[in-house]
């Protein structure tokens, strides 16, 4: 069984940044792709990053490339997502996710509980 804990959400003014963890159990990050899907109010799921655990190639949703980086530390069992230049927009409860496909990682797999990201203008 995958449990995954997020920490670091909060609220911030746009233009500023926050780090999001995500702790794993076992040997996740070793074994599942790693990512960050959001869910605003009202809104469908949407994938954000993620990082294939085979390489470590990381890959972004064009509405965060450029201002967001995801990142792994194997000692620590932990992914991380730097959030920088944060917009509004970013507003949502993001999800640490594990899954065998980044594909289908919004759809299935593991989830963890969420944590708040609120960006004020």
């Known amino acids: 069984q995958v449990q995954l804990v997020e920490s670091g959400g909060g609220l911030v003014q746009a233009g500023g940044s926050l780090r999001l963890s995500c702790a794993a159990s076992?040997?996740?990050?070793?074994?599942?792709?790693m990512g960050w899907i959001r869910q605003a109010p009202g809104k469908e799921r949407e994938f954000v990053a993620a990082?294939?655990?085979?390489?470590?190639?990381?890959y972004y949703t064009n509405h965060v490339k450029g201002r967001f980086i995801m990142s792994r530390d194997f000692a620590k069992n932990t992914v991380y997502l730097q959030m920088n230049s944060l917009k509004p927009e970013d507003t949502a409860v993001y999800f640490c996710?594990?899954?065998?496909?980044?594909?289908?990682?919004?759809?299935?797999?593991?989830w963890g509980q969420g944590t708040q990201v609120t960006v004020s203008s």
């Open positions: 996710a594990a899954a065998s496909n980044i594909a289908t990682m919004t759809r299935e797999g593991y």
């Open positions: 990082i294939s655990w085979r390489d470590g190639e990381t």
């Open positions: 076992g040997r996740t990050l070793s074994t599942y792709d």
